[in-house]
């Protein structure tokens, strides 16, 4: 904890940081501030009721929206188009061969890509503005002629995500950390105090509900300092994990240049166990929103059997935990697939003359990272669905409604600050004289 003072302390004393951070904050304070205007042409109490009647559907947009969706502001939406449009591109670059040959141009693809997805993501938001606005449609204001206010409600909620998914790129280019993670890190910090509130709350009704007040006031004390102690533990738990690395020891064989002996040295590989973060479960969320929201804007009134079980089957039932489950170990194998190359890992070992301890260069090498990395993918899934799924049963014990989102708060909370600090002190070390000399002090000792 002192440590992440001192970062931030020095980093505020660097003037050209200072000013990122600045930027970034006050791009953060735009969204917020956004968060609070309402959306034009609706009635906003029979909109947040007809909204909280979606149920879990709901609850998984407004907790993405940072609260904009139940308090029916402008930014209903959110960020929630632009991460569907990112999964989107993400999945079709395994299929389509100029996509992927893009993202490995460097910065000038990696730009492309950023086009491509940004655009896509202002048509993904201008198709869910229209399902909002028709699945909501007694909501709207009798002020204007249906077709107008129609209209006014699709572009503000499409104008809504533009303006979020501006403000995290410019989060990216004039400040520090992701744009996009830093908004919805800021949407659910806003919400801890409703969060802690409801604690509060069930512990206040767990001790008022039984005759014998000493009994009740011990329960609901329990109650509270247990689902606290248990949510540290987690928080704790989650750092460690995606702190934690499997370091592959690299021997670097010796090079003589003129006079001079180069090389010689061991170095490591850092495989993060944690090494897909967040992504595999926020993947698993948007696709099983897919079947409910299908259901909830377009057959909500049906009384179809069919129609129903989905209903019921993906709404918190045993059906959906299980899929949840299996969701989510797929995509920490397939994030895993399409961001960690282990060929071209084992070829820059074998340029810069290196080779890991009893391994043989070549394939032998790339084999071997690639079995690493396999072991620790079945760690990263089975840590994520941890996570996510110990907060839904200690709400099914407490009563505790949306205690499940618990999970992937602390998941998108921890891997943001973690991002964050470590951008913020490379920064500083950058920038630093002491950390400046230290590297040509290194540099020198590996000459010699």
Same mark, same amino acid.
């Given at each position: 904890?002192?440590?992440?003072?001192?970062?931030?302390? %020095?980093?505020?004393?660097?003037?050209? *940081?200072?000013?990122?951070?600045?930027?970034?904050?006050?791009?953060?304070?735009?969204?917020?501030?956004?968060?609070?205007?309402?959306?034009?042409?609706?009635? @906003?109490?029979?909109?947040?009721?007809? !909204?909280?009647?979606?149920?879990?559907?709901? /609850?998984?947009?407004?907790?993405?929206?940072?609260?904009?969706?139940?308090?029916?502001?402008?930014?209903?939406?959110?960020?929630?188009?632009?991460?569907?449009?990112?999964?989107?591109?993400?999945?079709?670059? !395994?299929?389509?061969?100029? =996509?992927?040959?893009?993202?490995?141009? @460097? +910065?000038?693809?990696?730009?492309?890509?950023?086009?491509?997805?940004?655009?896509?993501?202002?048509?993904?938001?201008?198709?869910?503005?229209?399902?909002? #606005?028709?699945?909501?449609? /007694?909501?709207?204001?009798?002020?204007?002629?249906?077709? =107008?206010?129609?209209?006014?409600?699709?572009?503000?909620?499409?104008?809504?995500?533009?303006?979020?998914?501006?403000?995290?790129?410019?989060?990216?280019?004039?400040? *520090?950390?992701?744009? $996009?993670?830093?908004?919805?890190?800021?949407?659910? !910090?806003?919400?801890?105090?409703?969060?802690?509130?409801?604690?509060?709350?069930?512990?206040?009704?767990?001790?008022?509900?039984?005759?014998?007040?000493?009994?009740?006031?011990?329960?609901?004390?329990?109650?509270?300092?247990?689902?606290?102690?248990?949510?540290?533990?987690?928080?704790?738990? !989650?750092?460690?994990?995606?702190?934690?690395?499997?370091? =592959?020891?690299?021997?670097?064989?010796?090079?003589?240049?003129?006079?001079?002996?180069?090389?010689?040295?061991?170095?490591?590989?850092?495989?993060?166990?944690?090494?897909?973060?967040?992504?595999?479960?926020?993947?698993?969320?948007?696709?099983?929103?897919?079947?409910?929201?299908?259901?909830?804007?377009?057959?909500?009134?049906? +009384? %179809?059997?069919?129609?129903?079980?989905?209903?019921?089957?993906?709404?918190?039932?045993?059906?959906?935990?299980?899929?949840?489950?299996?969701?989510?170990?797929?995509?920490?194998?397939?994030?895993?697939?399409?961001?960690?190359?282990?060929?071209?890992?084992?070829? %820059?070992?074998?340029?810069?003359?290196?080779?890991?301890?009893?391994?043989?260069?070549?394939?032998?090498?790339?084999?071997?990272?690639?079995?690493?990395?396999?072991?620790?993918?079945? $760690?990263?899934?089975?840590?994520?669905?941890?996570? #996510?799924?110990?907060?839904?049963?200690?709400? *099914?014990?407490?009563?505790?409604?949306?205690?499940?989102?618990?999970?992937?708060?602390?998941?998108?909370?921890? @891997?943001?600050?973690?991002?964050? *600090?470590?951008?913020?002190? /490379?920064?500083? +070390?950058?920038?630093?004289?002491?950390?400046?000399?230290?590297?040509?002090?290194?540099?020198?000792?590996?000459?010699?």
């Amino acid at each position: 904890m002192r440590g992440i003072f001192d970062t931030a302390v %020095n980093a505020f004393r660097v003037e050209s *940081i200072r000013k990122r951070l600045l930027y970034t904050f006050v791009m953060l304070g735009i969204f917020m501030l956004g968060g609070l205007v309402p959306m034009p042409g609706l009635d @906003g109490e029979k909109f947040t009721e007809l !909204v909280r009647n979606w149920g879990q559907l709901g /609850s998984i947009m407004d907790f993405v929206s940072g609260g904009g969706l139940y308090r029916a502001t402008i930014f209903a939406m959110g960020i929630s188009p632009y991460i569907n449009a990112s999964i989107i591109i993400q999945l079709l670059q !395994v299929v389509i061969p100029a =996509l992927d040959d893009m993202s490995k141009e @460097g +910065e000038a693809g990696r730009k492309k890509i950023t086009k491509i997805t940004r655009y896509s993501a202002i048509g993904l938001a201008l198709v869910q503005a229209c399902l909002f #606005c028709y699945s909501t449609r /007694s909501a709207m204001l009798p002020t204007l002629p249906v077709w =107008l206010n129609a209209i006014i409600v699709v572009l503000s909620f499409t104008a809504g995500t533009c303006i979020v998914v501006w403000l995290g790129e410019k989060i990216n280019d004039k400040g *520090i950390g992701n744009g $996009v993670s830093l908004i919805i890190f800021a949407g659910i !910090v806003t919400r801890l105090p409703d969060m802690a509130k409801t604690l509060y709350s069930k512990s206040v009704d767990v001790a008022t509900s039984f005759d014998n007040q000493a009994v009740g006031i011990i329960l609901g004390i329990l109650l509270f300092v247990g689902v606290t102690l248990i949510s540290i533990a987690i928080i704790v738990f !989650v750092l460690y994990v995606q702190n934690a690395e499997r370091r =592959l020891t690299v021997q670097y064989s010796k090079k003589v240049i003129g006079r001079s002996q180069r090389g010689g040295n061991k170095d490591y590989i850092p495989l993060k166990v944690n090494q897909s973060g967040v992504m595999p479960v926020i993947f698993a969320m948007s696709i099983l929103a897919v079947p409910s929201m299908i259901v909830t804007f377009f057959f909500r009134n049906s +009384e %179809n059997s069919f129609v129903k079980w989905i209903a019921n089957s993906f709404t918190g039932s045993a059906y959906y935990y299980v899929i949840y489950f299996i969701l989510i170990i797929a995509f920490t194998f397939f994030y895993s697939a399409i961001q960690f190359h282990p060929i071209e890992i084992a070829n %820059n070992i074998n340029k810069n003359g290196g080779a890991i301890s009893g391994i043989r260069a070549g394939k032998p090498t790339s084999d071997f990272i690639a079995a690493v990395a396999h072991r620790l993918n079945w $760690v990263d899934a089975f840590f994520l669905t941890l996570v #996510c799924i110990v907060p839904t049963v200690i709400g *099914i014990l407490t009563g505790l409604q949306n205690v499940w989102f618990a999970g992937t708060s602390v998941l998108i909370l921890t @891997g943001v600050a973690n991002d964050l *600090i470590v951008q913020v002190e /490379s920064e500083l +070390e950058v920038r630093s004289p002491k950390g400046f000399l230290d590297d040509v002090a290194l540099l020198k000792g590996r000459r010699k």
